[in-house]
């Protein structure tokens, strides 16, 4: 017996065996795990496709049917193929596994989707935990999610040197500012008219307790109404905001003012020019060659409601032209249509006529001299032909802009008053 244990003949044979049966295992369950694997990439493509083209409806049309939404991302999603528990087949999406999410706060629309499967294994089965598990043996289950957003884009960059004011009431009287009894007539003039006030937090606009010139004896602050979604300059229809009752998306304004011109400059010396980067974010460069740069090429600077741009002075004829004739040259053909409400001839898929002016706060008025306006929203502009002396003209637009998102109370209204918006995966 004590012969017979010492006796290692045949070992390396038994190890052989031993070694061959555990990589044997290993490479079955290397073929597990990679199903597994795959079936998991497989399922996260078909999520990330249907999610993008679930959220990408929010950004092209006013407001999609969530049944629009959801046939969008099967018609995409389920284009994928997942391994299951034999071949390759089309990855199912049921609605119950869809999710419309509209987060006002955030000013966007959230498209979730998870995708499913169930894969075949080959070598759990022989485990006795895959059994109480309850993938009953031969088969795993295996999911994946995304979830992509359209949302109004706040942080933009490239934006031309110029700031027009946000639109206003100009029309509606208020009792005792009629022009009679030589009080001064505040319709339809141009300009933005409200009592004089003391501003105790110099921030430029009245609020509730500061003192004031009750000039009609009423009681109360008079001023000319203005609110961003109400009055202001909007992309889509808002309830209230009667004077834009279809939006303003193709509406004509002047964005840089001539003289002569019938939009004459908001005071003397003023233009509607502005120097950048914005005060709050570094040091405002002044200055004709800035300026026409500014226009003709993008400024990094990233620009945000409420941040606080100073004005340039004068007209600045000679590099509004030269940077006016560098910008349309870059895309020579393109064009308003009216008839389809949209840019055409244009060599690009986004021309680069097709720009970002910020809109200010028409209660801060433009004074004089060095003067400064607070941003209230970022609108884009297709750049036509200069008019007159210098006057620059544009169309609004509501383009893809990459950017940063909008926050919440960003911009006023957010979403509602935002002409550019970014769509992307946010999970």
């Not at 999603?77 to 997942?82: F, L, M, P, S």
């Not at 089965?125 to 995304?146: C, E, I, P, R």
């Not at 500014?294 to 941040?307: F, L, R």
């Not at 008839?339 to 680069?352: C, N, Y």
Request: net charge negative; proline share 7%; aromatic share 8%.
């Amino acid at each position: 017996m004590r012969q017979f244990v010492k006796k290692d003949r045949g070992n390396m044979l038994i190890m052989g065996a031993l070694s061959f049966a555990v990589l044997a295992a290993f490479g079955v369950l290397t073929i597990d795990v990679g199903r597994i694997f795959v079936t998991k990439n497989q399922l996260q493509n078909a999520a990330d496709a249907g999610a993008l083209a679930g959220a990408s409806m929010y950004c092209e049309e006013k407001d999609p049917s969530d049944d629009a939404v959801k046939d969008r991302v099967r018609l995409i999603g389920q284009a994928h193929k997942a391994l299951t528990m034999d071949l390759p087949a089309t990855v199912d999406i049921p609605n119950a596994q869809i999710t419309l999410t509209n987060d006002v706060d955030n000013a966007r629309h959230i498209v979730e989707v998870t995708t499913k499967s169930t894969t075949r294994q080959y070598f759990l089965n022989l485990l006795a935990f895959a059994a109480k598990s309850g993938t009953g043996g031969n088969s795993s289950d295996v999911h994946a999610a995304a979830a992509a957003a359209c949302g109004a884009t706040c942080g933009v960059q490239c934006v031309k040197p110029w700031s027009i004011p946000d639109r206003w009431d100009d029309g509606v009287a208020i009792p005792g500012y009629n022009g009679g009894n030589k009080r001064p007539n505040w319709q339809n003039d141009g300009k933005y008219e409200q009592e004089d006030f003391t501003d105790l937090n110099n921030n430029r606009v009245w609020d509730l307790g500061e003192p004031y010139v009750d000039g009609n004896g009423n009681g109360q602050f008079d001023a000319e109404p203005y609110n961003s979604l109400l009055t202001g300059y909007i992309p889509d229809p808002y309830p209230g905001n009667t004077l834009s009752p279809n939006g303003d998306l193709g509406f004509e304004l002047t964005l840089k003012a001539g003289s002569p011109s019938v939009n004459s400059p908001p005071e003397p010396g003023q233009y509607w020019a502005v120097d950048l980067p914005p005060i709050n974010r570094g040091t405002p460069i002044p200055g004709g060659d800035q300026y026409r740069e500014n226009i003709a090429t993008c400024n990094p600077t990233s620009i945000w409601p409420g941040d606080w741009l100073q004005t340039e002075t004068g007209n600045m004829v000679g590099p509004t032209n030269q940077g006016m004739r560098d910008l349309i040259a870059q895309d020579p053909g393109a064009y308003w249509d009216d008839i389809t409400q949209s840019v055409q001839g244009s060599l690009f898929p986004i021309s680069p006529r097709i720009v970002l002016i910020p809109i200010h706060d028409p209660r801060i008025w433009i004074k004089s001299g060095n003067s400064q306006l607070q941003v209230v929203k970022v609108a884009a502009f297709f750049m036509e032909q200069m008019q007159g002396n210098a006057e620059v003209r544009g169309r609004f637009l509501k383009v893809r802009q990459p950017g940063e998102p909008c926050v919440a109370g960003a911009g006023g209204g957010g979403g509602a008053t935002s002409f550019t918006y970014s769509l992307s995966l946010i999970r």
